[in-house]
């Protein structure tokens, strides 16, 4: 059986992700008691063994003791042999007050108390520590569109194979801040930059006349080699681990140019020996060519 946690901060987007995996064919359940876990277990196993894929969203209307128990449920769920993601949701706290502004939705830690909209949302993340500390994988979305949260549910967690590492390739642009859920980050940013030179501006690192300019510098290739090399020497040491997955995120300033060249050459490296490795570019719209090869191909 394969079982998928979602949990995470309200309004961060938990029923997008759950409606994401049920579309996946995952057997969906809404707001379970953290206590039930092994109940439920315990009763799909017993009468309906087809439902070999399930995802369950546990969230803060749980109570304290249950939360704070969550790791030993989850201890008892994969010593059962169960392969487990604990997928943890969460946004900026400004981000969040705006979403409950925009929707006028009442956060579930305000009803019956005195607490304020902030307060709330502030206690929240305090009371989810438990399962937030046992997550595999991390996801902020505050600068995510539903669209991009669906499809990076659809991709990086439904596809999951159990017992792989799942790399994810990340370019982005400094200015707007490192991405919360890398868990390794390059700064390429002292690498000669094709921004300055008014005919290049426009295009990326993906663009033939941006690869031409930054494969003319020694320094470009020196960078790519000694990331490469590192990560082809630590990559295993985390697989071992049973990491399920990894983000390693490469920033330029603006994220156009040479962290987007650096990440597509390292996708198109890894893609042979690591079959889930995912590359994503933030401050650009367009899909990557080796997301582009592995949808054709699936």
């Not at 008691?33 to 969203?57: F, K, T």
């Not at 663009?207 to 990560?231: C, N, P, Q, T, Y």
């Amino acid at each position: 059986m394969e079982l998928v946690i979602i949990s995470g901060r309200s309004g961060s987007g938990k029923s997008i992700a759950l409606q994401a995996l049920e579309d996946q064919g995952f057997y969906a359940i809404d707001n379970l008691p953290a206590m039930l876990l092994s109940p439920l277990i315990d009763e799909l196993q017993a009468g309906s063994p087809h439902r070999s894929r399930v995802a369950v969203s546990i969230d803060a209307r749980n109570l304290p003791d249950a939360l704070e128990r969550f790791p030993q449920h989850l201890d008892n769920i994969t010593g059962r042999g169960i392969h487990c993601q604990v997928v943890y949701l969460t946004a900026d706290s400004r981000v969040l007050l705006e979403r409950y502004a925009a929707t006028r939705r009442r956060h579930p830690l305000t009803r019956g108390t005195q607490m304020t909209l902030a307060e709330a949302i502030e206690s929240e993340h305090q009371f989810l520590s438990p399962i937030r500390h046992t997550a595999d994988l991390i996801i902020d979305t505050s600068q995510q569109s539903v669209h991009d949260l669906r499809r990076r549910i659809s991709e990086q967690v439904a596809r999951h194979e159990a017992n792989e590492l799942t790399l994810t390739l990340e370019s982005f642009g400094f200015k707007r801040g490192v991405p919360p859920d890398a868990d390794l980050v390059f700064d390429a940013r002292c690498l000669p930059n094709p921004y300055w030179d008014p005919r290049l501006r426009a295009s990326t690192g993906r663009d033939a006349d941006v690869v031409a300019f930054l494969e003319s510098h020694e320094e470009v290739k020196a960078m790519f080699d000694d990331i490469r090399g590192w990560l082809e020497r630590w990559l295993p040491a985390y697989r071992d681990s049973h990491r399920s997955y990894l983000t390693v995120a490469v920033g330029c300033t603006g994220g156009q140019h040479r962290s987007v060249y650096l990440v597509e050459r390292l996708g198109d490296h890894f893609a042979e020996r690591f079959p889930t490795v995912r590359v994503r570019h933030r401050e650009l719209t367009v899909q990557s060519p080796v997301e582009e090869r592995r949808d054709a191909a699936t």
